[in-house]
């Protein structure tokens, strides 16, 4: 991990928590006045955030760490467990929101101060609007897991203040009977970016393999080295911000060690450049075993065309 990204991932989750405390005050006062649900659910989206903002800034600074005696492939899939706590949070405040609008539908309360209300609603959109911007920035730079998971349910945020908005606008017409449905409205999208994020985290757990492209492009990048014939028995995963990138060459029968090495050497440097962060493994084989390695046929092997 470059000293840059570390300083990117820091800048983030501090931003996301101290932006989910100043929405939690601003959406606190916002209810008491207001008595809207939909700002209640609204409020209860931002605690979440902080609880989730909180676990995240813990992970990512444990995923940080370098590698140890005891965890010889670092600590980055405690981003992965971050991104299912937060998944946890979600569901938790969707099911939340949706007894508190079942309640308010059976019993209907006016509402109140609602200028007030759409003020903090418009500050909160304006706040989750610049965290997603640094979020958005970073997710890019570093392809961090928690950093995006986090960014996902602040997507989810900004969504469901812009519905707590248009819930508040038409009570002050006189809609105030549509204040839970909106309500039930976001508490269905809050679960469905849940099952988002958790589905994420799961497939960084379960060592899912990386993109169809990314690994196509390892294929081309290694077989434009001269002498490689083929490319086997490639796996690739992820763990936080490393990919792990596992691959066989065929090499000539003729070559020594030292020639077959410094071939591997050329073909890691050509990963090593398109995928900074990774970690590569090359192991060589000759030509004449032809692909033997490739566990699973076709979709591991390549051969060099021509």
Do not use: C
């Amino acid at each position: 991990m470059t000293t840059e990204n570390a300083r990117l991932l820091r800048l983030a989750t501090n931003a996301s928590v101290i932006t989910a405390s100043l929405l939690i005050l601003a959406k606190l006062v916002a209810w008491l006045l207001t008595g809207s649900i939909t700002v209640l659910a609204s409020l209860v989206d931002s605690l979440m955030d902080v609880g989730a903002s909180l676990v995240n800034l813990v992970a990512v600074r444990y995923a940080l760490q370098p590698p140890d005696e005891e965890h010889r492939f670092g600590h980055g899939k405690a981003e992965a467990l971050a991104g299912l706590a937060q998944a946890a949070f979600i569901i938790g405040s969707s099911m939340f929101l949706v007894l508190n609008a079942l309640d308010r539908l059976r019993h209907p309360q006016p509402l109140t101060e609602l200028g007030v209300g759409i003020g903090v609603m418009v500050f909160a959109m304006a706040a989750t609007a610049v965290l997603l911007t640094i979020q958005y920035r970073v997710v890019a730079r570093t392809q961090s897991t928690a950093v995006a998971a986090d960014a996902l349910h602040y997507a989810t945020d900004l969504a469901t203040n812009a519905a707590t908005l248009v819930a508040l606008v038409l009570a002050l017409y006189g809609w105030s009977g549509l204040d839970p449905w909106f309500a039930l409205a976001i508490a269905a999208y809050i679960l469905y970016s849940a099952v988002h994020i958790a589905r994420d985290a799961i497939d960084l757990l379960m060592d899912r393999e990386l993109k169809p492209e990314e690994r196509q492009r390892i294929r081309d990048l290694a077989l434009s080295v001269p002498q490689v014939g083929n490319i086997h028995a490639l796996r690739t995963r992820r763990s936080g911000q490393t990919k792990l990138i596992q691959l066989h060459v065929g090499l000539p029968d003729d070559l020594t060690l030292a020639q077959a090495h410094a071939i591997s050497d050329q073909v890691e440097a050509r990963l090593q450049a398109a995928f900074p962060e990774a970690d590569i493994i090359i192991h060589q084989d000759p030509l004449s075993l032809g692909d033997e390695g490739a566990e699973g046929g076709p979709l591991l092997g390549a051969v060099r065309s021509g």
